[in-house]
């Protein structure tokens, strides 16, 4: 090896050593519609999730049945998610996941 190719890689390694290392995890987008009558226990239930295993990802959608959540979801918690929303709302609350090219109802 030349001695820039050694030169670049000791500062490549030094940079990785020196790193914060975060942990990444699978995230699931998924959107429900809420039941205005659901909302206030939907929204605990969202706000109450440990930091970063569910985000609302953009502004809710009013429409005729209640409000359109979207949100990602660590999807690892993603089936427990949507168990306990269901439970919540006895079935009225269905967390759908939304395929990686759809529109989100934009």
């Known amino acids: 090896k030349g001695g820039l190719a050694r030169a670049y890689g000791a500062a490549a390694r030094e940079c990785l ?9 699978p995230k699931a987008r998924c959107e429900a519609t809420i039941g ?4 206030g226990a939907v929204f605990g239930m969202l706000d109450s999730r ?24 660590d999807e690892e918690v993603e089936r427990e998610l949507a168990g306990d929303l269901k439970r919540a709302t006895s079935g009225r609350v269905v967390l759908r996941r939304l395929e990686n ?6």
């Open 17 to 25: 050593k020196a790193a914060e290392r975060i942990q990444v995890r």
């Open 101 to 106: 090219n759809e529109d989100d109802g934009r």
């Open 50 to 73: 440990s930091s970063g295993e569910v985000t609302r990802c953009q502004e809710d959608r009013f429409v005729d049945e209640g409000v359109v959540v979207t949100v990602e979801v």
């Open 36 to 39: 205005f009558d659901d909302i």
